[in-house]
């Protein structure tokens, strides 16, 4: 299957810094990725989507000025998280998805864990 | 309102046995996309399984064969020969042709016994 990377696997950071994770598609073209958020123990839940060249769609609920979204090229999405407090912590997870059909598969992510001390 | 309902929090079964994980979805439209994933502890989430709402037959993948019964709007799981690596998280998702995310469901957490 197509294989979808993150970068860090793992940050630590202290609050009211920015940190920035990106996901790539390391052997196809992706035409939308998505940032989820997960809590232990729960599903996922979509954050946003991300579509190249284009800004990204924000889910309800989700501060677009504090998750900061940037879909550069059809291999690389960046999230952003600014001035990060505590609450931010969590899984985050990118997926992307080659083509633009319901019947195709989105390849997702290892994830990325935030920690805000 | 809840589109992809997974009603089992926790599921045991004992290696070499086959298991049934269930999920049942919710949609009006005619064309929809059932997806399942499992998500070891690791956290990254691995694509198991796929069946279209048009597919005539039951999807299957290895030891993994997705039940689909779409009158009864259910997309169950089954696992064949549990394997104690099989321990993880299993969503099931669902992708309609309107928008673009998945619907995921709460999650199924199977334990595979020795």
């Known amino acids: 299957g197509a294989v979808v990377s993150q970068h860090p696997s793992r940050v630590i950071c202290k609050s009211g810094t920015s940190v920035k994770i990106e996901c790539r598609s390391l052997d196809f073209q992706a035409t939308t990725m998505f940032w989820y958020r997960q809590f232990p123990k729960q599903s996922l839940m979509l954050m946003a989507t991300s579509n190249e060249g284009s800004k990204a769609t924000y889910e309800q609920g989700v501060e677009k000025d504090k998750f900061l979204i940037n879909h550069a090229s059809l291999t690389l999405s960046t999230l952003t998280v600014t001035s990060a407090h505590p609450e931010d912590s969590s899984f985050y997870i990118c997926?992307?998805?080659?083509?633009?059909?319901?019947?195709?598969?989105?390849?997702f992510g290892p994830g990325t864990r935030l920690t805000v001390l | 309102a809840q589109k992809i309902t997974q009603t089992q929090p926790g599921m045991f079964v004992q290696e070499k046995e086959a298991v049934t994980l269930d999920c049942t979805y919710d949609t009006s439209d005619p064309s929809y996309g059932l997806f399942w994933y499992k998500q070891p502890s690791s956290g990254e989430m691995i694509f198991l399984i796929y069946?279209?709402?048009?597919?005539?037959q039951n999807a299957t993948e290895g030891r993994y064969s997705l039940n689909f019964q779409k009158a009864r709007k259910s997309a169950n799981l089954v696992i064949s020969a549990s394997q104690l690596g099989d321990s993880a998280m299993y969503f099931c998702a669902m992708r309609l042709p309107t928008g673009n995310q998945f619907y995921f469901g709460t999650g199924t957490s199977l334990t595979v016994i020795p």
């Open positions: 069946q279209g709402s048009y597919d005539q």
């Open positions: 997926s992307a998805r080659e083509g633009a059909l319901e019947t195709d598969t989105q390849y």
